[in-house]
């Protein structure tokens, strides 16, 4: 007989979770008559990435590491982000910049990820959650991350998605991934520590969405496990 894991129950919880909503979302959207189509695909799927994000981090931190539960925390709250200085000094225009530095203190940008995550109330890992991510999308991310960095000195930043429309090898799952050329060169003018996620095997396609009987995309257990794995490897520090 096959011994069914304390980590194996909770990963196919997800499973089943991601089943449910992927084909029953469809016909959901359909019937709801106060939203639009599109938006209730969208939100559906967008809340789902972060429920997985956060049994995944749970997981990890309770069931791989054996860590109480009591240490772990997690949010999306927003962050407040300063006007830097530098940034007045250049500027010119001599109204502006007396606006500016008269209401310094007051002049902030928020900004966050979907998923924080806390040990002992240490922020140690952001984690930004898509349904599928393209290049175009890639550059908010890490311009997200470069934020986070200089605000809450973090360069480690992970990207969940479920399907990847990244290009290269992001979408076949192996034990290696080489990633893409434009990703790479996209990743390489930012010190960021950028850690990507794919759960769905296959290139995502417009015109093939997963919600779709027809392009239905099996979630495994193996690949829930590798990911929980994953970030065990960098919660371990905080034990």
């Known amino acids: 007989m096959i011994k069914i894991t304390n980590l194996q129950i909770e990963l196919n919880s997800i499973i089943a979770a991601y089943n449910a909503l992927v084909k029953g979302i469809d016909e959901a959207a359909l019937d709801n008559r106060d939203r639009a189509y599109g938006g ?11 429920s997985i994000a956060r049994q995944l981090v749970r997981s990890a931190w309770c069931t791989v590491l054996n860590q109480p539960g009591s240490r772990l925390t997690m949010d999306k709250t927003k962050f407040r982000i300063r006007l830097k ?17 008269k209401n310094k203190s007051t002049i902030a940008y928020k900004f966050g990820t979907d998923v924080h995550v806390y040990i002992d109330g240490r922020l140690v890992i952001p984690i930004e959650c898509k349904a599928y991510t393209e290049n175009a999308m890639m550059k908010r991310i890490l311009f997200d ?51 990507i996620i794919t759960l769905l095997k296959g290139e995502r396609k417009v015109d093939q969405p997963i919600h779709k009987p027809e392009y239905y995309k099996p979630l495994t257990l193996q690949r829930l496990e590798w990911a929980a794995n994953m970030l065990a490897a960098d919660l371990k520090q905080f034990t």
Not at 85 to 101: A, F, G, Q, S, T
Not at 162 to 171: A, I, R, T
């Open 40 to 50: 209730i695909i969208r939100a559906g799927k967008g809340k789902l990435v972060e």
């Open 85 to 101: 200085d530098d940034y007045i000094n250049r500027m010119k225009e001599p109204y502006v910049k007396n606006y500016l530095v």
């Open 145 to 195: 991350a470069a934020l986070m960095q200089e605000a809450k000195g973090i360069n480690k930043y992970y990207l969940l998605q479920l399907e990847s429309q990244l290009g290269g090898d992001y979408c076949e799952l192996n034990d290696i991934t080489y990633g893409s050329p434009s990703t790479h060169t996209l990743i390489s003018y930012f010190d960021v520590d950028l850690k």
